[in-house]
């Protein structure tokens, strides 16, 4: 079952006070001079497919801590179908999964006009020779685990095209 995740985000306070009182418009009661919170920036959502609960918990959690959300498969076939239903932003994508093979899914995905253009980051722990599979594949980026959580998330904010912070 795929599990959906917000991250924890900032808030910014505006007041839906309503149109001016010089205004023919109707205001309603129940909103004004109420105070909404609502996000500070939209959330991007990333696609994890990972079968290893630690790595899994691993990518979750540094993709929260710098405020996306994630949608998540422990498997191949699931990463597919979720990636064609919800079109997340970006795809992180384990390769040695226990159904089908990651390359054979970012093939799938980038043969797929609803999902040819989502960027997707392999992520491997195998042999060297395989980044040259991965990008015949359409794999955008490749991530050797383990992983260093600066550099994986300096990758995400690359392929989702955001200024580093401080920039």
Known sequence: MPTRERAGGRFEDFSAAGPDKDSHQSRDPETVGETIRRPANLHKRVL??????????????LLHSRGYDTVEAGDGNL????????KPDLIIMDIQLP??????????????????????????????????????????????????????LRLVRSLLREVEPGC
């Open 99 to 152: 159904d089908v093979s990651g390359i054979q899914i970012i093939r799938a995905l980038k043969a797929d006009d609803r999902t040819r253009n989502i960027p997707i980051v392999a992520i491997t722990a195998s042999m060297p020779d395989e980044e040259a599979n991965i990008r015949a594949a359409g794999g955008d980026a490749f991530l050797r685990k383990p992983i260093a959580g600066a550099e994986f």
């Open 48 to 61: 994890i497919v990972e079968d290893h609960p630690l790595n899994m918990k691993l990518f979750r959690v």
């Open 79 to 86: 990463g597919l179908n979720l990636a064609r239903a919800e």
